[in-house]
């Protein structure tokens, strides 16, 4: 019965997830208003369903905490919004910690991966900065920080949950030069969620199928 479920609330959310998008390809802002804050509570549901841990079902509505005070055209509440998602990092820091495969130096490529991402973050922060507004600077920085450890740490868990991490950092830089008043692509918000719903859904997809069941508490 509960598999049942969860293949509801996984088919619920994929249906609220298109027509989110579709609201945004089309403009239609009411929409997405509408559909925005109930995309991680039915992908949250999905896992509660599936017996998964309850750092990823912290993680997903931390990420849903996050969407609701973005949804507010004002500095504090995008502020609150980031420390959301910050909080939910820290959450996917810790299973994947718990979950992925150790991550030493005898791991082959290792030194590369670490030199990329840091690379990307001080490039990243190094170009925003003059553009951030004075007061987003050390925020948007140290959310940089945590966000790019997080996808570091999602390669621990392969291929799957490494495009996840990826398009997170993707998802979040869209943000941050929107904020830096940056030049956007037709319709920025649309590729703004697109790339940050395939980023759960990938992460959510990874850490569920990690590990023992036993593990998953």
Known sequence: MRHRYGTLALAAFSLAAAADLGSLAAGADTG???????????????VVLRRGPRLLTAALLCGWGGDTL????ADPAF???MGSFAVGHVCYLVLFRR???????????AAFVVG???????????????DLPPDMRAPVAGYSLLLTAMAFGATTLGLTAAAG????????TLIATDVADWPQAPRPDFWIMLTYLAAQTLL??????SGSAAARR
């Open 116 to 130: 990329t991402y840091a690379s990307a973050l001080i490039v990243t922060v190094a170009l925003l900065w003059p």
């Open 32 to 46: 997405h208003l509408i559909l925005k804050p109930l995309l991680m509570p039915l992908l949250a549901a999905y």
């Open 79 to 81: 502020l609150a919004g």
């Open 165 to 172: 991490g990826g398009l997170f950092l993707l998802s979040d």
């Open 70 to 73: 973005l949804l507010a055209d």
């Open 99 to 109: 979950h992925g495969e150790s991550y030493g130096n005898a791991r082959p490529g």
């Open 204 to 209: 959510t997809r990874s850490v569920l199928t």
